[in-house]
């Protein structure tokens, strides 16, 4: 009986440690895709922006 116990509490404990490390990966992703989508958004923005002021000038 307290071997069945033992082995519960383990199981029950690699889970949890198994889903907070999942829980991290995935807020590791979640944070490298927002820096990649800012710095797009950056690059970007001052062609759209030089484009714009272009267009604007033509008009």
């Known amino acids: 009986m307290l071997n069945l116990e ?3 509490a383990y199981l ?3 889970t ?3 889903r907070g490390a999942s829980l991290v990966e995935y807020a590791l992703l979640v944070a490298l895709i927002a820096v990649v989508c800012i ?3 950056t690059a970007l923005g001052g062609r759209a922006k030089s484009n714009f002021s272009s ?3 033509r008009i």
């Open 6 to 8: 033992f082995i519960s």
């Open 12 to 14: 029950q404990a690699q």
């Open 16 to 18: 949890r440690t198994e």
């Open 39 to 41: 710095a797009a958004v």
């Open 55 to 57: 267009i604007a000038a």
